[in-house]
């Protein structure tokens, strides 16, 4: 595990990576097992969440169909709930790529090498894909069992792996912006942390919102949870093009990381 | 040469970093940069090695462009850098498997050789050294892959005497077996002790280069002698290179500049009770270097 920067990077978030899969595959599954009591008093749930102002039930991702399993994954899970939770991490972590060697003074030690400045970044935001796709597989072990467990027969298991993978992209974007910033200024991570964590709650406001007041149809674009789509991923699938928006979005802030950090001052 | 500067200078922001900088290591030697805390030596190391940009001038490392070739440059120098940072959930093992590992590989019976050399326990997690410890670690990692330069930032800070002792051993042996060091350092007689020539820098600029042997005959002592009996003051106020000569019952302290010969062939005509040299330290050096300017060090 200490052959090259991209295996000692997952090597450093192994203890995190068993963890955080360990909790979202229980997690994952004892929140399935709600759907069948949610959908027996589904009429008490959808007069509940029908009689919420609008602005909250556009937090929820808007006017959905509780009593079927892919409005209740589309509400409940990957409209808001699990996105934030990835982000979470995968902020943290890309705001660390970089930043947390820099701030401890290893980054020395590591450019001593011939190792060339682009490679540590595209090695170290690796892993952090390898990661994320981890993650995102225990969330998806864990609906799958809960769904059995639960008896969720009408569950389509292709379309909740297309869910959960859609998640990728939106946590990567934010993952390379943070890593992006830790790359244009030395001694960036907090910054990149603060900025990035904000943003994605920006963002996700004006996404939220857009359904119920006047939002402009050019700001709504401008937001990446816009082609994200949590909430119409379950009845609709992914959106080939936005994943690769968001996905080349990503790439192009790594780019901008690499070109950051090559260009700078390592700070001691 | 193998390292060189020319006019090299740096800034962070408004803040001196080194100015015009004009610097010559050659081949086979051991060079000593010696310069008090904070006078531009980690700053002209980082240079070297490419962690930081000059904001003019530049410099030559190896032959090859500190900037535009500095994978060629790092893959050929040992670094240990000023202010070492290492890895604390790694044991000293992994970590100087890691680095290795990002060097192609080194040649792990080397390595077992500095270790058992500098008494460095491989086998515990960093966090757990002492900074000697860590430092130890940074040495061998800049050892280990047996570089054609050798880039030391402080090395003996944090080891006690007797490592220090070994780490001298090593250095004559790098030198012996046709490796080039730079080292810096703020102790004269560490310098002294491992070096061919010193260069002094003092607030971002290259006062001189010196040869050992010409930085000896200029350096300033403080000596004190006790007699028993009064102490005969007129005898050594005559002598040259004796200065500052005050003489209080049987002590007698005075300043001297070069060998003590004289002076102690004049006391042996005494009974001499105690003898007590101080080491000279960095401001006596510059004293003799600028005279009275160097009164700016405070």
């Known amino acids: 595990m200490l052959s090259n920067i991209f295996l000692k990077t997952l090597r450093d978030m192994r203890r995190s990576l068993i963890w955080w899969s360990a909790g979202l595959v229980i997690f994952s599954l004892y929140f399935m097992t709600f759907f069948p009591s949610i959908q027996e008093s589904g009429e008490v749930w959808q007069d509940y969440m029908d009689n919420l102002p609008a602005s909250a039930q556009a937090l929820f991702g808007g006017e959905v169909d509780l009593s079927t399993i892919e409005g209740f994954l589309s509400v409940e899970v990957f ?19 970089i930043g947390s060697e820099e701030e401890s003074g290893t980054l020395d030690l590591l450019l001593a ?28 072990i864990g609906f799958l069992l809960g769904g059995i467990i639960a008896n969720i027969d009408e569950m389509d298991a292709a379309r909740v792996l297309e869910g959960t993978l859609n998640m990728a992209p939106l946590a990567l974007f934010f993952a390379a912006l943070a890593l992006a910033i830790t790359g244009l200024r030395s001694g960036g991570r907090g910054l990149a942390l603060g900025v990035t964590a904000g943003l994605a709650a920006f963002t996700y406001l004006i996404h939220a919102m857009a359904s119920v007041s006047n939002v402009p149809e050019w700001l709504q674009r401008l937001s990446p949870w816009y082609y994200y789509g949590g909430n119409t991923v379950m009845r609709e699938g992914v959106s080939a093009g936005h994943v690769a928006l968001l996905l080349g979005l990503a790439a192009v802030l790594v780019a901008v990381a690499i070109w950051g950090l090559r260009r700078r001052d390592v700070s001691v | ?264 062939k004049v006391a042996a005509q005494h009974t001499v009770v105690n003898l007590i040299s101080e080491e000279p330290n960095l401001e006596d050096v510059f004293l003799t270097f600028y005279g009275r300017e160097g009164n700016h060090a405070q």
């Open chain 2, 1 to 264: 040469m193998i390292i060189e500067t020319n006019k090299l200078t740096k800034y962070y922001g408004k803040a001196r970093g080194v100015i015009d900088l004009n610097l010559g290591v050659e081949q086979g030697e051991v060079f000593g940069f010696l310069g008090p805390n904070g006078a531009g030596k980690s700053t002209t190391i980082r240079v070297l090695m490419d962690f930081i940009r000059p904001t003019s001038g530049h410099a030559r490392v190896l032959g090859l462009d500190s900037h535009r070739d500095a994978l060629e440059i790092h893959r050929r120098v040992g670094i240990l850098p000023g202010e070492l940072a290492l890895y604390p959930k790694l044991t000293g093992r992994q970590m100087l498997e890691y680095l290795g590992e990002l060097r192609g590989g080194v040649d792990w019976g080397y390595v077992d050789q500095l270790a058992e050399r500098l008494d460095s326990d491989l086998s515990r997690q960093i966090k757990n050294y002492s900074s000697g410890n860590k430092q130890k670690i940074g040495l061998i990692q800049a050892f280990m892959h047996r570089p054609e330069l050798l880039i030391l930032d402080e090395p003996t800070s944090g080891l006690d005497p007797l490592i220090q002792q070994e780490f001298y051993a090593m250095v004559k042996e790098a030198k012996e077996a046709g490796q080039t060091i730079f080292l810096s350092s703020h102790i004269l007689p560490e310098v002294e002790r491992v070096c061919d020539r010193v260069g002094i820098i003092r607030e971002g600029r290259l006062v001189t280069v010196e040869t050992i042997p010409a930085i000896k005959s200029k350096a300033l002592r403080h000596l004190e002698i006790v007699f028993d009996g009064p102490a005969p003051a007129h005898e050594f106020e005559r002598l040259p290179g004796v200065r500052d000569v005050t003489a209080r019952n049987g002590h007698l302290r005075c300043t001297v500049v070069g060998t003590l010969d004289d002076v102690v």
């Open chain 1, 79 to 97: 409209s808001f709930f699990y996105p934030i939770l990835l982000l979470t991490f995968a902020i943290s972590y890309g705001a660390g790529l």
């Open chain 1, 113 to 140: 090498t011939p190792t060339p400045r682009w490679r540590v970044v595209i090695e170290k935001f690796g892993a952090l894909v390898v990661f994320t796709l981890v993650t995102l597989a225990a969330c998806y």
